[in-house]
């Protein structure tokens, strides 16, 4: 039987917050926001490890005391320049310092998303556990959808219609998701389905909902807060 591994990238910036500290690292609650990522998924006791890929000579992690989770998660310090390569440098660093194979699952999730759900989490690795490609927890647009010009004028209204919002975790097996993620080269990509994507396969979209929300603005650590305040 396959296990379940999981990785967490948290070597960006978060620049969108419009603070110099990066944002996994932002107080959420009382802790630095990646806490509650790294809580969820050490907790689950389906997972067997939980590798977090930080950016070389990242002073902020060691200020916390993260011995709550030893014995479950694991530290890697080669983040890249993208997301892909962060998660792609922990899979390669991976390998080395643990018992994964090939057919194993990994679950990506951004340290970005504090508010993961137990359920949620489950929901994923049961509807994917037999599953051929893997998949990623996923959302169906409610919002009217307008696509503008240069000058933030509708150009048109773009059809919802079968169109999802992505989130993560994202669960691909080992060997597929390296494999993807190193044929992208320097093609933008944003999450770890893409790649496998671009492999042409299509991976599952597991409904979840609005509450694992990315934390991306200052203004959603307020909601996220409020969310894990009423689980
Ligand atoms: O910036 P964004 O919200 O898209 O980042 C998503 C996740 O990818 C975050 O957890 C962030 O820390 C991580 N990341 C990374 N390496 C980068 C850029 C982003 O690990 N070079």
New binding site residues.
Partial sequence: MPNFFAL?????S?SRMGDKL?K?YLSLAGKPMIYHALRRLCHSPRISCVFV?IASGDGEWLRYDWSEFSGKLVVLEC?????A??VLNGLKASQGISSIGDDDWVLVH???RPCLSEKQLDKLMDELAEDGVGGLLAVPVADTLKRSDTHGRVEHTESRENLWQAQTPQMFRYKLLREALSGVGGVTM?DDAGAIEALGLRPKLVLSDARNL?V?YPQDLALAELILGNP
């Avoid at 967490?8 to 960006?12: D, H, K, L, Y």
């Avoid at 983040?79 to 997301?83: C, I």
């Fill in positions: 967490i990238p948290a070597a960006g978060g990066p996994q890929v983040g890249g320049e993208t997301r390569e962060s951004d340290a970005a944003t990315k991306t």
